[in-house]
């Protein structure tokens, strides 16, 4: 059996958790392999919504296996309040959700020294989601990490090596901090996730493939985001290309088959960073508060502009993206005229490709497109697209050379639309 992934293409918030909820019916398993609780992936289905943040969005459907798996990060607080809140509502997991033990936790001091060097940045900060996710991938790749496997030995002596190398850090920057009822909440989440089933993640998945199941590989944070190829330094601290999927969960590249590639409508990014087709005027404006474009962890005010095709074929070109997902359609649906960038202009001179650096002087060139004006919201095949709507979709795929599969026109798991175009 092959593994299929889904990822975003943009710089995160896509829609990647209410497609895995959509998706997951078809998978026996559903597996995070990247980032942490910088995540929030909403899922809205018979009037509720939640919203997940390390927690793969496979966890509603079903008996459906869940996995954690080695490339993600792990808060055993926040985890603990998140599993604890599912539960809660009526959906049980200790039995279905399986945590590698080779996952890295994210401990009280990383998210500590996630605001020092924030702080320490002054106007250069990254504006990060306040995790720890930084620090966390850093003692990881510098070799000083702490494991969830390692909850089964050693445990105390270890953390207590680990906070004293931080509070060394800490006291080096001069930063104030007060660490006790954080740390004790941590240590709540960690006599918790005791209780889950600590796995080998990486052959549980190959067993499960072995033995003939299917696996869906959820992504976190989007491919503009990845730390070798989104917009550096303005980046998160993992690999959310599909490359990722394969380190992230000890998964083969010759496993991997389909990659759902997910991207909105028009293009979205919170925090700093450059944003080439950001716009500041009204449009931008009326696209945040039609799309409710507020971080869903956060709640920071989402920066919006319009779709970027030059930034989305360099992701589908370092993605092999066999299958697109836009979302958020409806979200165009009053507006007359459309934009989509297809060229950046550097220097006075047109560019089509995505260049080493967009952080200035990045200006981009657009096709304009007639809008659909249409509520497309309650539209349940694509029978009902309106004319202008297809000419969009085809506008897309023919720049961008991947079939357009599935399209989303409300937050909720009905409001989606699976298309028959066959390759
Ligand atoms: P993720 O991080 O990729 O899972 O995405 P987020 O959950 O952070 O952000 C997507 C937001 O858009 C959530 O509030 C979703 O409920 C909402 N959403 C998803 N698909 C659609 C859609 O097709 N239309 C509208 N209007 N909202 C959507
Ligand atoms: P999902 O999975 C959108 C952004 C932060 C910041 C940068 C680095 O919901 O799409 P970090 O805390 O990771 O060190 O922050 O990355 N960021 C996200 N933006 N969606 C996310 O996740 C994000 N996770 C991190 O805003 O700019
Ligand atoms: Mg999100």
Redesign the pocket.
Known sequence: MKVDVLL?LQ????G?GKVVDVLTPRYDVVARFQ?GP????TLEFEGQKYVLRSIPSGIFQGDKVNIIGNGVVLDPALFKAEAEALEASGHPLKERLHISKKAHLILPTHRIL?AAYEAAKGDAK??????G??PTYTDKISRNGLRVGDLLHDFDRKYAAAKARHEQILKSLNYAYDLTEMEQAWMEGIAYLRQFHLVDSEHEVNGLLAAGKSVLCEG???TM?DIDFGSYP????SNTVCAGACTGLGIAPNKIGEVYGIFKAYCT?????PFPTELFDETGDKIGALGHEF???TGRKRRCGWIDLVALKYSVMINGVTKLIMMKSDVLDTFATIKACVAYKVNGEEIDYFPYDITEGVEPVYAELPGWQTDMTKMQSEDEFPEEFNAYLSFLEEQLGVPVKIVSVGPDREQTIERYNEE
């Open positions: 975003g710089w995160g918030d896509e990647k980032g910088n995540a929030g992936h996630d990254v504006g990060t989601t306040g995790k996710i930084g976190a944070q989007g985001l303005f980046v998160t601290s990014r919170v925090g700093a960073g971080g869903a962890v």
